[in-house]
């Protein structure tokens, strides 16, 4: 079946985002990008992180890709969503990692950011590697049982 992700940015990520979109495409991904495509028009990667949610929790999803300058910022704003797990990840070891032990749904990337190694390498590493589910589930469950009381 074919895999699905849904995909956001703000202003400061729009070439790496073009990048990442083209790949997964060629990789046979379905893509759903909410934008922006502009780097000259400003737009609030709060709400980037919101629309790329939003989609997600409408289902099919798979998975979802944020970007923004740095990274942190829209991924701070989508954890901030229950059942949100997105990884800001610098290399390919945190982004196999985080999929293995974390099980993250999003993974984030900063566009102004020099990466030790190839932002693509990392999406793929990300990509292939599967949550390996035992611990890292009881983990996972005490992060939804935070989300339950605060
Ligand atoms: C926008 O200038 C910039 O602050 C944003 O892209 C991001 O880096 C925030 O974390």
Known sequence: MEKKCVMAND?????LAGKLRKHLEDLGYSVT???TDNPDVSVDYPRQAEKAV???RRGGYDFGVLLCGTGI???IAANKFHGIRCALCQDTY???MTKKHNNA???AFGGRVEYKEDPL???????SSEFEGGRHQRRINEI????RHC
């Open 121 to 127: 390498k990392i999406l793929d590493a990300y990509l």
């Open 105 to 107: 749904n999003f993974i």
């Open 73 to 75: 910022g829209i991924s």
């Open 94 to 96: 945190t982004a196999t």
């Open 54 to 56: 939003e989609e997600y």
């Open 33 to 35: 990008y909410l934008g």
């Open 11 to 15: 202003h400061g990520a729009v070439e």
């Open 144 to 147: 939804t049982e935070i989300e």
